[in-house]
């Protein structure tokens, strides 16, 4: 029998300047993602959730800045249940399955998101992972990044893998697209811990004590390295390394060092537009830039230039690429990797087709060189 309990929500958010124009509700979906679309819409009806200390509809456009105010209570299910949810498996065994996750899905429940998540997959994929804590879940992946995970299927294989992360020594490696230019890789190393004012967000919190230990409640050590892996007029493709694994963590690295995410509603800023972005890049069947849009795939079909492919890019360009561990019970050391989804792979090609034209646009005069 389930166990309900009631649980008392209270949330302070403001709506990034970068997202101005976008609807509400969309916006509010990103800031609370812990909680489903229909439960944050009732409870800007109800006035439980208020913008400004108002209650507009969710359709309207947010203009960026504006404080949100949450206070309301949920019930939480104490059994999580098994749902059919598609699972993209990439390796499974005895002890471990490694799946890849896309964009949009909750690792597992929490307040206000009590089903659709992974971890509901994961028993309806396989009950006996209702035996674990979380459903076998030893790690995550934030809901709208994509890629790599790892699923314990036996007590023993949790506990090497938990002991492995612990460790950090298990390899994981990313794709981001940033804003900005690089000139070389490099490494971030500042502690993460909870925003000193917003509550929804993690923030480097730099100073120490006099054990030299971070300053802050919940402060860590956290250690990010990157390599480039292509250069665009105003953006990178960077390759990260997680040398720890904090909330958020290539994302408020990447911010803290002026080179946010693309897409990145927490922590990327204002939109910035290189130039010539808004000039016509090849359509799809030429160079791919757009492809077929899904549910949570941020491109679209006829998407012709890069200022439409960025401004309708509404996730962050995050993508967990590679994963390295050692086996649980074989000791061996595997490795796996799957390549970025559609809607990454035609931020990319846009990208690249952008860049094409300016070095074409420039040939003559040189006043821009690839």
Same mark, same amino acid.
């Given at each position: 029998?389930?166990?309900?309990?009631?649980?008392?929500?209270?949330?302070?958010?403001?709506?990034? *300047?970068?997202?101005?124009?976008?609807?509400?509700?969309?916006? %509010?979906?990103?800031?609370?993602?812990?909680?489903?679309?229909?439960?944050?819409?009732?409870? %800007?009806?109800?006035?439980?959730?208020?913008?400004?200390?108002?209650?507009?509809?969710?359709?309207?456009?947010?203009?960026?800045?504006?404080?949100?105010?949450?206070?309301?209570?949920?019930?939480?299910?104490?059994?999580?249940?098994?749902?059919?949810?598609?699972?993209?498996?990439? +390796?499974?065994?005895?002890?471990?399955?490694?799946?890849?996750?896309?964009?949009?899905?909750?690792?597992?429940?929490?307040?206000?998101?009590?089903?659709?998540?992974?971890?509901?997959?994961?028993?309806?994929?396989?009950?006996? %992972?209702?035996?674990?804590?979380?459903?076998?879940?030893?790690?995550?992946?934030?809901?709208?990044?994509?890629?790599?995970?790892?699923?314990?299927?036996?007590?023993?294989? +949790?506990?090497?893998?938990?002991?492995?992360?612990? /460790?950090?020594?298990?390899?994981? *490696?990313?794709?981001?697209?940033?804003?900005?230019?690089?000139?070389?890789?490099?490494?971030?190393?500042?502690?993460?811990?909870?925003?000193?004012?917003?509550?929804?967000?993690?923030?480097?919190?730099? =100073?120490?004590?006099?054990? =030299?230990?971070?300053?802050?409640?919940?402060?860590?050590?956290?250690?990010?390295?990157?390599? @480039?892996?292509?250069?665009?007029?105003?953006?990178?493709?960077?390759?990260?390394?997680?040398?720890?694994?904090?909330?958020?963590?290539?994302?408020? +690295?990447?911010?803290?060092?002026?080179?946010?995410?693309?897409?990145? #509603?927490?922590?990327?800023?204002?939109?910035?537009?290189?130039?010539?972005?808004?000039?016509? @890049?090849?359509? *799809? =069947?030429?160079?791919?830039?757009?492809?077929?849009?899904?549910?949570?795939?941020?491109?679209?079909?006829? #998407? +012709?230039?890069?200022?439409?492919?960025?401004?309708?890019? !509404?996730?962050?360009?995050?993508?967990?690429?590679? %994963?390295?561990?050692?086996?649980?019970?074989?000791? *061996?050391?595997?490795?796996?990797?799957?390549?970025?989804?559609?809607?990454?792979?035609?931020?990319?090609?846009?990208?690249? /087709?952008?860049?094409?034209?300016?070095?074409?646009?420039?040939?003559?005069?040189? !006043?821009?060189?690839?």
């Amino acid at each position: 029998m389930n166990d309900s309990s009631v649980t008392r929500i209270e949330r302070d958010a403001t709506i990034p *300047e970068a997202a101005a124009g976008r609807r509400l509700d969309a916006v %509010l979906a990103e800031l609370f993602p812990e909680f489903s679309r229909s439960r944050l819409q009732r409870w %800007l009806r109800d006035g439980d959730l208020t913008v400004d200390g108002g209650s507009p509809r969710g359709r309207v456009a947010v203009k960026g800045g504006e404080r949100i105010r949450l206070a309301a209570t949920a019930s939480e299910e104490g059994v999580v249940a098994a749902e059919p949810i598609p699972l993209s498996i990439v +390796h499974e065994d005895t002890a471990l399955l490694v799946i890849n996750k896309p964009a949009g899905l909750v690792v597992h429940p929490g307040a206000g998101n009590a089903d659709g998540t992974l971890q509901n997959a994961l028993l309806h994929h396989d009950a006996r %992972l209702g035996g674990l804590p979380r459903g076998g879940i030893v790690h995550r992946l934030d809901r709208d990044t994509t890629g790599l995970m790892v699923v314990a299927k036996t007590l023993e294989a +949790h506990t090497h893998l938990v002991e492995q992360l612990q /460790a950090r020594t298990v390899g994981r *490696e990313y794709l981001a697209v940033v804003g900005g230019t690089f000139t070389a890789g490099g490494s971030v190393d500042a502690p993460i811990g909870r925003h000193p004012r917003d509550r929804l967000r993690m923030a480097v919190r730099q =100073g120490v004590d006099n054990n =030299g230990d971070p300053i802050g409640a919940g402060v860590k050590p956290a250690v990010t390295h990157y390599r @480039i892996e292509a250069r665009f007029p105003a953006h990178t493709l960077l390759r990260c390394r997680l040398e720890t694994g904090r909330t958020h963590q290539i994302r408020v +690295h990447m911010a803290h060092i002026r080179h946010p995410i693309v897409g990145d #509603v927490l922590y990327g800023g204002r939109l910035a537009l290189p130039s010539g972005a808004e000039s016509a @890049i090849p359509a *799809e =069947g030429d160079s791919g830039v757009a492809s077929a849009p899904s549910e949570h795939s941020s491109s679209t079909r006829n #998407v +012709h230039t890069l200022a439409d492919v960025l401004r309708r890019f !509404r996730r962050q360009a995050l993508h967990a690429e590679t %994963l390295t561990l050692v086996h649980p019970t074989s000791g *061996e050391t595997l490795s796996w990797s799957a390549p970025p989804p559609d809607d990454f792979a035609a931020l990319l090609a846009a990208l690249r /087709a952008h860049q094409a034209q300016m070095a074409s646009a420039a040939e003559d005069d040189g !006043r821009w060189r690839p």
